[in-house]
């Protein structure tokens, strides 16, 4: 079956630890994203790509780093400059930008 | 900003009343829209989109939303709810912004249907 894998599904951090969110798709898709979740907040865009090598700064980048060596990989690292790092981390692709969203299970982040 | 508002953060039903979930939008060009859901330990996923055409949507399980372009809504709409639509629902709505689309969310909605 087609799909995205977040992994882990649970992460605790340390503090002045960075770590490092994996997102895989076997979909095919050129966009990838990454979105923070919080209560009552909606999904807040971390960073997103439209294809392999490139990708630019969403809405709440600051402390976060992506990279997009593959098509089918877009890990994310929370580095110790995010102060609040505690949170729901969603992984999405898309066909393209303006296309319909699929979503991965989520990891949860939280910190020791 | 551009912002997406659903108006309701939590919503309680009983089985087979009628749902309407509110979602209204502050861009004024062109729009794609979206309703995703999220069932209890489920990932996110589409329940119906609107690109363009016929401005009444039918989405899965029995969903409809209607896109009025001049008060800038997308409401969310089932005649007759089940207790297994207890779910988030999270309208977003996507726009050209310097030759990228950016999709914007609301805030999501809970909806809890007494059995």
């Known amino acids: 079956d087609g799909g995205i894998t977040q992994s882990p599904k649970y992460l605790f951090r340390k503090e002045g630890q960075n770590v490092t969110l994996s997102c895989e798709q076997n979909?095919?898709?050129?966009?990838m994203y990454w979105y923070r979740q919080d209560p009552g907040q909606g999904l807040r865009l971390i960073y997103y790509?439209?294809?392999?090598?490139?990708?630019q700064k969403g809405d709440i980048a600051e402390g976060y780093s992506v990279s997009r060596e593959k098509k089918e990989s877009f890990p994310l690292t929370v580095t110790s400059a995010q102060k609040n790092p505690t949170a729901f981390y969603l992984c999405?692709?898309?066909?393209?930008?303006?296309?319909?969203?699929?979503f991965g299970d989520g990891t949860r982040l939280s910190i020791l | 900003a551009q912002s997406v508002s659903q108006h309701n953060h939590h919503v309680i039903l009983s089985e087979a009343a009628s749902l309407e979930l509110g979602c209204n939008y502050s861009?004024?060009?062109?729009?794609?829209l979206f309703w995703y859901v999220q069932y209890p330990g489920q990932h996110l996923q589409l329940l119906l989109k609107?690109?363009?055409?016929d401005p009444l949507v039918k989405g899965i399980k029995g969903f409809e939303a209607e896109f009025i372009k001049s008060k800038f809504s997308f409401n969310l709409r089932k005649p007759s709810v089940q207790w297994s639509d207890t779910a988030e629902y999270f309208c977003?709505?996507?726009?050209?912004?310097?030759?990228?689309?950016?999709?914007?969310w609301g805030a999501g909605t809970k909806l809890i249907i007494k059995p």
């Open positions: 999405a692709s898309s066909r393209r930008t303006n296309q319909p969203q699929h």
């Open positions: 979909l095919n898709h050129d966009a």
């Open positions: 790509s439209q294809i392999v090598n490139d990708f």
């Open positions: 861009y004024g060009g062109t729009v794609n």
């Open positions: 609107y690109f363009s055409g």
């Open positions: 977003a709505v996507s726009h050209l912004r310097d030759s990228n689309y950016q999709l914007i």
